[in-house]
């Protein structure tokens, strides 16, 4: 099917790790997508990995792909209030389509 | 900033009416694609657009139709409204470079009474 699978919600203190789990469907995929979205804003793109990688890390944020389970996390070190919002995974289909996941809302507590 | 501007920011139309969003975005960017995005879900692929062409579709009526300029501008049309379509639609552009990274812009929130 079509379906990418997210949590819908993760609470974390500040300065912990915050981990977002996401679960894709198409092995052809070619890049696998991890954005930020903000209430009433569009999406900023946060990290990307290519589907023969197997972990890519940017600053803070730690990007892991299994791709026998299809499975794919972003983990966030150190999480800041700021840090807050809803977290989008998206895997690449054919001409730049993506299709994205349902979402995470993350709730870093102060 | 990603370059990518949206027109309106918000929207409110009545069932049947037809509406038009505007996407603009910078030099270089010759693939738009548009999303809608219900509350609480993920954006949703609309179509794509590559030189003023038609360059794929998701699964959504032909009441749902797209223009593309030379100017790197964009449309989004709808006609017959229906309440479902309340959503914010999102432009993204991309200029296909090396991990075809697409770049959003803000957002139109369209409300259907």
């Known amino acids: 099917g079509e379906d990418v699978e997210q949590s819908l919600f993760l609470s974390v203190r500040e300065g912990d790790s915050s981990v977002i789990n996401c679960t894709y469907t198409?092995?052809?995929?070619?890049?696998l997508y991890w954005y930020k979205q903000e209430p009433g804003a569009g999406l900023q793109l946060l990290t990307y990995?290519?589907?023969?990688?197997d972990m890519k890390q940017d600053q803070r944020l730690t990007v892991l792909l299994n791709k026998k389970d299809k499975h794919l996390s972003l983990r966030i070190a150190d999480t800041q209030t700021g840090d807050s919002a809803i977290y989008f995974c998206?895997?690449?289909?054919?001409?730049?389509?993506?299709?994205f996941g349902t979402g995470t809302r993350l709730l870093v507590s102060p | 900033e990603t370059g990518v501007t949206q027109s309106p920011t918000h929207l409110i139309k009545t069932r049947g009416q037809q509406v038009t969003l505007r996407c603009s975005s910078q030099s270089g960017h010759n693939t738009v694609s548009w999303y809608q995005q219900a509350l609480g879900q993920g954006p949703q692929f609309i179509f794509q657009?590559?030189?003023?062409?038609?360059?794929g579709r998701g699964n959504f009526p032909p009441r749902f139709s797209g223009l593309q300029f030379p100017n790197y501008s964009s449309e989004l049309n709808v006609n017959a409204l229906e309440l479902d379509d309340s959503a914010l639609y999102l432009c993204a552009a991309t200029s296909g470079g090396q991990y075809n990274e697409q770049f959003f812009g803000p957002g139109t929130r369209l409300t259907v009474l």
């Open positions: 198409d092995s052809s995929s070619t890049y």
């Open positions: 990995i290519f589907s023969n990688m």
């Open positions: 657009y590559y030189r003023e062409e038609e360059n």
């Open positions: 998206a895997e690449s289909r054919g001409f730049q389509k993506l299709v």
